[in-house]
T-cell receptor
Framework: DQQVKQNSPSLSVQEGRISILNCDYT??????FLWYKKYPAEGPTFLIS?????DKNEDGRFTVFLNKSAKHLSLHIVPSQPGDSAVYFC???????????FGKGTKLSVKP | EAGVTQSPTHLIKTRGQQATLRCSPI?????VYWYQQALGLGLQFLLW???????NRGNFPPRFSGRQFPNYSSELNVNALELEDSALYLC????????????FGPGTRLTVT
């Protein structure tokens, strides 16, 4: 049973435009959410996070939005750059567990 | 500051053998996590160590085990290797307790033939 879902396996965006990556979760106990970026043959790199007490967190070109009632979060990248092309993973944590639960990832391609 | 390091980068083993993977966390981090990323799948949680103790375990058989040393480095052992154990094994570290932000190493690619 997938507790964290990224329903779009891939997304293609033009350079300079906005990229929106989506993530849904099912477990109400999750209270912290993170986004990671992964290049091939490398480990995931932490991008941005949000606590469940907030609905928005911004860091430069990256903004994460959290809609608790819909159990949905999204990552906005503005403006998108070719170097942003990678696989993006959504992750969640909460309750007594310390580990992160990951989605299966969305492959973002930013075309020049 | 050095990031999380893992060794070896690649490991090739035969079915039935044992594999040992190593991880050194970021200096000051006391928690170490192990994840498996098999082909076409997301990251699956394996083990969490904090202050030398196993704190949580994912849905993997007992032949996946590990330990954390006094210097907070960690070892993952996989016994009786099976073909489906072929995957990228990722180690992450964080500040102790329930610090949410985990920082990953580059991974060890394990191939079982």
């Amino acid at each position: 049973d997938q507790q964290v879902k990224q329903n779009s396996p891939s997304l293609s965006v033009q350079e300079g435009r906005i990229s929106i990556l989506n993530c849904d979760y099912t477990n109400s106990m999750f209270d912290y959410f993170l986004w990671y970026k992964k290049y091939p043959a490398e480990g995931p790199t932490f991008l941005i996070s949000i606590s469940s007490i907030k609905d928005k967190n911004e860091d430069g070109r990256f903004t994460v939005f959290l809609n608790k009632s819909a159990k949905h979060l999204s990552l906005h990248i503005v403006p998108s750059q070719p170097g942003d092309s990678a696989v993006y993973f959504c992750a969640a944590s909460g309750g007594s567990q310390g580990n992160l639960i990951f989605g299966k990832g969305t492959k973002l391609s930013v075309k020049p | 500051e050095a990031g999380v390091t893992q060794s070896p980068t690649h490991l090739i083993k035969t079915r039935g053998q044992q594999a040992t993977l190593r991880c050194s966390p970021i200096s000051g981090h006391t928690s170490v996590y192990w994840y498996q990323q098999a082909l076409g799948l997301g990251l699956q949680f394996l083990l969490w160590y904090d202050e030398g103790e196993e704190r949580n375990r994912g849905n993997f058989p007992p032949r996946f085990s590990g330990r954390q040393f006094p210097n907070y480095s960690s070892e993952l052992n996989v016994n009786a290797l099976e073909l489906e154990d072929s995957a990228l094994y990722l180690c992450a570290s964080s500040l102790g307790g329930r610090s949410y932000e985990q920082y990953f190493g580059p991974g060890t690619r394990l191939t079982v033939t």
